[in-house]
């Protein structure tokens, strides 16, 4: 086992922001590791952040594994360790422990039309491969993003978006519950974005993050239009503690979320998804 | 090891047993009964353990008695599995200092002393090798659990008197002592037969100087053997009930015993296989030190699927659900078998005597 994935490491907060009233941005000083080792992650994985005395929670990274100086985590000031994060200062440390799980089949995308389907701070694991995508943009086809949220503020990294809206071969769509007057938004639910967007089914994949009932319904909309099981991923949400596979919390079924996810290939969870109690 | 290289320890020589073990340096555990269970104890005399006890469990009920008979392990189990010597019940995982300069981790890395343990179970055995399944994957070996089994070495006994709550012989975790032990001992009514299953168990055998067991003793402890397997009345079925489980899933009978069920834990508690554990902070009273903890856990608590504050399973018939269908169903994709070994504790400490093989019964009937 690696030495950081039970003991955590000392990171030093380099900057904070706040993306809107409950979430915000931390950026991280990579954590110094014995000899030319080098903290490494892949987009869709996560780590056990650590605020001392209170305790550690699973966030998913949003950065780029390339950029070289800092690694991110967006976060929702929901619980009481995140509610404690949110008053990190620069200059303040955490612990980092991971980072863990399976993140997006970025390999198996290349070549392929790729569909992203988010829905409100889901939309966080799923920045790192957007711009993992444009930062290789030629290996990839057709991309299409999809982000619902509640209400118009909650749509962080407005700017992003736009950018990504102006990139060859890219639809962004964008919907939100309640616009409050914001035309760019469609008002209403993400799923009511598949009328509004062109998607070939033939050599897509498409990758989903959110609330599990968006899942549910975006799964239907994509396999309706012909995608199958087999190309459609959905990151996973479940109560984990370990980040190992071993307290337990977050089975699913027979799945540990943690360490067997939390990507998942659809039809390797089909039997699990959205049944009450798993 | 083959039965014929077992050696004879005579009744009277059970503390000279004891003592070679002491003299290894080791910290000797052994039942012993306590509050009206047998528990693992600190040992120096053979008259330590319970002579003649008895146990008599039945669905919510859990009895000793005294008898006249000679005999040092003539019950089925207590309360209290291995599975606290591996996995305790409460761990301090690792400590952590804040000072100006930041935070600073630090592993857990007191000295364990080297215990010995006698009298463990084939149920248990069995439950130690799943228990390091889970704890000791590859490249991923928890080193709370691999510090405490490097200081293990284990003594089992093969059952000779199962409870009315044990189906050990059904799931084929007993009622012999499998692989695992360092030791293993069989009771017969003038003594004990030894056998190694490791070479430092090998090791303390030879020193006793023991002579081969016989012929007749042999065959006594096959016999032993043959009618524990027999006198037990409980049983799961032997296939695999994974799909069986997970395509009942909506089956009446769990709302059946959701209607029992206090979802009180006791079932994860004693369970030798039950692994969840939480992870909880202990800071210090300035808050400059804290020792991240990890406890026991249990899929029955409220708190056990917590998803942004919502439990994904909040009722007791989806808690007990995942509890049986992972115990035999999950198990099965995750280790390659059932997490059951047939020890039958679950059905004995349930305050309402709920019966796991009863249960499983119940929902593999046909439903009208």
């Known amino acids: 086992m690696n030495g950081h994935s039970t003991l955590p490491l000392p990171v030093q907060v380099k900057e904070r922001i706040q993306e809107s009233a409950d979430i915000f941005t931390l950026r991280l000083q990579y954590p110094d590791l014995a000899g030319d080792q080098r903290y490494e992650f892949a987009p869709g994985q996560f780590n056990m952040l650590y605020l001392h005395g209170v305790g550690e929670v699973a966030i998913s990274i949003v950065s780029d594994p390339q950029d070289e100086r800092l690694f991110d985590h967006t976060i929702r000031a929901v619980g009481r360790v995140t509610r404690g994060m949110s008053q990190l200062k620069e200059g303040d440390w955490v612990g980092v422990r991971g980072p863990f799980g399976v993140g997006w089949p970025l390999a198996e995308a290349e070549g392929k039309d790729v569909v992203i389907i988010t829905g409100g701070l889901g939309c966080a694991p799923v920045v790192a491969v957007i711009n993992y995508i444009f930062r290789r943009r030629e290996r990839f086809g057709q991309v299409t993003i999809m982000q619902g949220v509640k209400h118009r503020d909650d749509l962080i990294w407005r700017e992003r978006y736009d950018q990504w809206a102006q990139q060859p071969d890219t639809t962004v769509a964008l919907a939100a519950d309640n616009p409050e007057q914001d035309q760019s938004l469609f008002s209403g639910n993400v799923v009511q974005l598949f009328d509004r967007v062109d998607l070939q089914p033939d050599n897509a994949v498409a990758m989903l993050c959110g609330p599990e009932i968006m899942m549910k319904y975006a799964i239907e909309a994509l396999m309706q239009r012909g995608f199958p099981d087999t190309r459609l991923w959905v990151s996973m949400e479940r109560n984990m503690q370990c980040g190992n596979g071993l307290c337990g919390h977050c089975q699913m079924g027979p799945l540990f979320v943690c360490r067997d996810g939390p990507v998942f290939r659809y039809d390797r969870i089909a039997e699990w998804f959205f049944r009450k109690g798993f | ?368």
């Not at chain 2, 991923?140 to 089992?156: E, H, N, S, T």
């Not at chain 2, 430092?200 to 067991?213: E, T, W």
Request: charged share 20%.
């Open chain 2, 1 to 368: 090891m083959s039965a014929d290289q077992s050696r004879f320890l005579p009744r009277s020589s059970f503390q000279d047993f004891i003592d070679v073990l002491s003299a290894t340096g080791r910290e000797v555990l052994a039942p012993v009964a306590r509050d009206g269970a047998l528990v693992f104890d600190r040992v120096e005399n053979a008259t330590d353990l319970p002579r003649g006890m008895r146990d008599i469990q039945s669905p919510g009920s859990y009895r000793l008695e005294q008898t006249d008979s000679p005999r040092l392990f003539a019950w089925a189990n207590g309360p209290q599995a291995l599975k606290p010597m591996t996995f305790a019940p409460e761990e301090v995982l690792w400590q952590v200092i804040r000072d100006d300069s930041g935070l600073h981790f630090e592993p857990q890395a007191s000295a364990l002393p080297p215990t010995a343990v006698i009298g463990v179970r084939g149920c248990d055995l069995a439950a130690l090798q799943l228990q390091k399944a889970h704890f000791l994957q590859d490249g991923a070996a928890d080193p709370a659990f691999q510090r405490r089994l490097d200081k293990l070495f284990i003594v089992a006994v093969d059952c000779s008197h199962p409870a009315d709550t044990c189906f050990c012989a059904s799931t084929g975790d007993g009622p012999d002592a499998g692989p695992g032990h360092d030791i293993a001992l069989t009771e017969l009514d003038e003594g004990f037969l030894l056998r190694a299953g490791s070479p430092p168990g090998q090791k303390i055998i030879d020193s006793l100087a023991l002579p081969p067991a016989t012929t007749a003793q042999l065959q006594a402890a096959a016999e032993s053997s043959r009618v524990a397997s027999e006198a037990q009345t409980r049983k799961l079925p032997a296939t695999n009930l994974r799909d069986a489980l997970f395509a009942r899933q909506d089956h009446p009978h769990w709302e059946a015993i959701a209607e029992r069920c206090l979802a009180c834990g006791n079932c994860t508690a004693v369970c030798p296989t039950c692994f969840c554990s939480a992870y909880e902070p202990k800071p210090s009273l300035d808050g400059a030190e804290s020792e991240q903890v990890r406890l026991w856990d249990s899929c029955f608590s409220f708190e056990h699927s917590n998803l942004h504050g919502h439990p994904v399973r909040d009722d007791i018939r989806l808690r007990y659900r995942q509890w049986l269908t992972h115990k035999l169903g999950g198990w099965h994709d995750q280790y390659g078998r059932s997490g059951c070994t047939g020890c039958g504790r679950c059905i004995s400490w349930c305050p309402v005597g709920i019966d796991l093989t009863g249960e499983v019964a119940s929902l593999l009937e046909e439903t009208a």
